[in-house]
T-cell receptor, first 111, second 115 residues
């Protein structure tokens, strides 16, 4: 069965720390992968997406993700987090039109 | 350019009542998706619609749930005879068309509480 899993439920970092959130997918065929962010009280926003081509994808707000096919992974990274990055982050994948979401990772950044 | 609109934002229903959730896609988008988010869970796909067509309803419960996206007007997710387990946040997303069907833009959600 197709699935997307996120390793961390809750991550707490201090400002300026580096961030890496894990995401693994398990399905074959065409791979389209996404990271969405949900700030407190707001709706889901697209951070970045991978459809094909360069496996290192740059998104908004300094985020990037690397698609590693051999590891079935699409980890999200940011070199230096800010307090305003406090949010919930969702990894998602799809190959049929609908998206399969991971359970999300809550990121808390301490000022 | 208005984003995806959903209303109501909060809906309270007693057990056995009907819930109707509305979604207006982004301007120019003709593909709509509904997802449900239970507490401490990620979003689960429910149904994918185009105008007047259901493309994929593999995530819809077999009973009490239905969805439509008429030629005119918003998409409607209808839950008949609600039960406590239907309490969740329901999100709608839209995309531009077949070539870009995977890039979905989400609405703010409707939080349904069944008492």
């Amino acid at each position: 069965a197709q699935s997307v899993s996120q390793h961390n439920h809750h991550v707490i970092l201090s400002e300026a720390a580096s961030l890496e959130l894990g995401c693994n997918y398990s399905y074959g065929g065409t791979v389209n992968l996404f990271w969405y962010v949900q700030y407190p009280g707001q709706h889901l926003q697209l951070l970045l997406k991978y459809f094909s081509g360069d496996p290192l994808v740059k998104g908004i707000k300094g985020f990037e993700a690397e698609f590693i096919k051999s590891k079935f992974s699409f980890n999200l990274r940011k070199p230096s987090v800010q307090w305003s990055d406090t949010a919930e982050y969702f990894c998602a994948g799809g190959s049929q039109g609908n998206l399969i979401f991971g359970k999300g990772t809550k990121l808390s950044v301490k000022p | 350019n208005a984003g995806v609109m959903q209303n109501p934002r909060h809906l309270v229903r007693r057990r056995g009542q009907e819930a109707r959730l509305r979604c207006s896609p982004m301007k120019g988008h003709s593909h709509v998706y509904w997802y449900r988010q239970l507490p401490e869970e990620g979003l689960k796909f429910m149904v994918y619609l185009q105008k007047e067509n259901i493309i994929d309803e593999s995530g819809m419960p077999k009973e009490r749930f239905s969805a439509e996206f008429p030629k005119e007007g918003p998409s409607i997710l209808r839950i008949q005879q609600v039960v406590r387990g239907d309490s969740a946040a329901y999100f709608c997303a839209s995309s531009l068309g077949q070539a870009q069907v995977y890039e979905q833009y989400f609405g703010p959600g409707t939080r349904l509480t069944v008492t």
